[in-house]
């Protein structure tokens, strides 16, 4: 999860009006999902000079054995079709028996993203992931995210 928190705090918006920069919580389907685009910083020192723009995209599905499996996806940023080796899947965690998201717009703390309120910032303030394991312990992380930073990826300078 620390991982996953920290590509949150790095989470980007590329201004596009049409597609939000992060969006999150639960489908109709019932699935639960956290999908953003994120600056990665490549290389061996992590230098944010150097970032590249990453789509992710987890979903905590549930199994037949009642627990809940998650998974995160993750391709190059901004692309229509990726090829399919540009595409990484893995498994996050061993599976939990519950998990919520939440999103706090820096007035409170919200079930799904983005929310229905003019004047909500694109991005929200934070992401909060609570999870319950099979043995019935609770853990939580909350990755608070950069507001007002302009960040160019290396793929978008001349």
Not at 1 to 17: F, R, Y
Not at 60 to 69: A, F, K, W
Not at 79 to 98: I, M, N, Q, Y
Request: with cysteine.
């Amino acid at each position: 999860m620390a991982e996953l928190a920290a590509a949150l705090q790095c989470a980007w918006d590329d201004g596009n009006p049409l597609r939000p920069p992060l969006r999150g919580g639960r489908e109709d389907s019932g699935l639960l999902f956290l999908e953003f685009r994120a600056l990665r910083p490549e290389g061996e020192r992590g230098d944010l000079r150097y970032a590249r723009p990453r789509g992710i995209r987890v979903e905590i599905r549930p199994v037949p054995d009642g627990t809940l499996e998650w998974i995160r996806t993750e391709q190059p940023a901004p692309r229509a079709a990726p090829a399919p080796d540009e595409t990484k899947s893995v498994r996050l965690l061993g599976r939990s028996r519950s998990a919520t998201l939440h999103f706090h717009d820096g007035r409170g703390w919200h079930d799904r993203w983005p929310i229905d309120s003019t004047g909500a910032p694109r991005l929200p303030r934070a992401v909060r992931i609570e999870v319950v394991d099979t043995a019935g312990n609770p853990a939580a992380v909350e990755a608070w995210i950069a507001q007002g930073t302009r960040i160019e990826p290396a793929s978008q300078r001349p």
